[in-house]
């Protein structure tokens, strides 16, 4: 099996390419340079060259609020780009996994967690963005596999964790919103489930997300208590922040189905972020 993964910089990229590497998997992640997803003659002379068995696309334009202004770019990288993606995976006879969001749904749900079955109604541009790439996924490629995810933690920079680390030094105390909830979901289980749906010849739209679902509160007091670190933290609505993309606040999804499909138990967000600090992966890139 040969693997050719978008995004190579991205922290999700970096987790396949790490598990790749590790156990002599072969894989390439070209530069954006030489294959720019949005644009459909790159990306089908790469697919053409490379003669991949499955394309992992971990490209993404996750910039939230900046697509509230320009909206373009989001939906260039988020649905054109899946799309061509897509038509390339196609041509080759190739399996295609695209990566969704929790912001595909507007968080009113009242009575469990979202499942695949829930009626997706963004609330933001790149919600939307994200929504239009993996129904273009869906409708084009017979072999694609779409994964939803959430609040996604690894080691590198962007993320909630990595940016709560830096928060510590130069607060005197934090600020951090206590009503809104989703589920933290590790790079590791998400390349962990990733492959094993792959072996099993899974297609479709699955929930992927560690188990369990929290506040940013919760998830900023659990993290600092596993670091061992003492800071005041003062939850506060998300409200009081105005930033100009509206977030859902209630996104966490149920893992059941991909969990039942592959027979596996999906580790709880909790056990997951305990997992990410002791390999020391918020310390490095």
């Not at 995004?7 to 072969?26: H, V, Y």
């Amino acid at each position: 099996m040969k693997y050719l993964i978008t995004g190579k910089n991205g922290q999700l990229a970096r987790e396949f390419i790490r598990r790749f590497e590790a156990q002599s998997i072969d894989f390439v992640a070209p530069d954006e340079t030489h294959l720019d997803i949005t644009d459909y003659e790159k990306v089908i002379a790469a697919v053409s060259a490379y003669h991949p068995d499955v394309i992992i696309n971990c490209a993404a334009y996750n910039l939230v609020d900046k697509a509230e202004q320009d909206n373009r770019p989001a939906f260039a990288v988020n649905e054109s780009g899946p799309k061509n993606l897509a038509r390339a995976a196609e041509a080759q006879k190739a399996v295609l996994v695209h990566f969704g969001s929790d912001y595909v749904f507007d968080g009113l749900k009242e009575n469990g967690l979202y499942t695949e079955d829930d009626d997706a109604n963004p609330l933001n541009e790149y919600g939307k963005s994200k929504l239009a790439g993996e129904q273009q996924v869906l409708k084009v490629s017979g072999r694609s596999l779409v994964f939803r995810l959430s609040w996604v933690f690894g080691p590198g920079q962007q993320n909630f964790l990595s940016k709560l680390n830096e928060w510590t030094k130069n607060s005197e105390y934090l600020k951090i919103a206590c009503d809104e909830f989703s589920a933290p979901t590790y790079t590791d289980t998400v390349v962990e489930v990733t492959m094993k749906a792959l072996e099993q010849g899974i297609t479709g739209r699955y929930h992927l997300t560690n188990s369990g679902y929290c506040s940013r509160y919760e998830w900023a007091k659990a993290a600092l208590a596993n670091m061992g670190i003492k800071k005041f933290i003062r939850p506060v609505s998300m409200d009081i922040f105005n930033l100009p993309a509206k977030r859902p606040k209630f996104s966490a999804m149920s893992n059941e189905k991909i969990a039942a499909v592959l027979n596996i138990s999906i580790p709880a967000w909790e056990e997951a972020v305990k997992s990410f600090l002791k390999k020391g992966g918020l310390i490095g890139e």
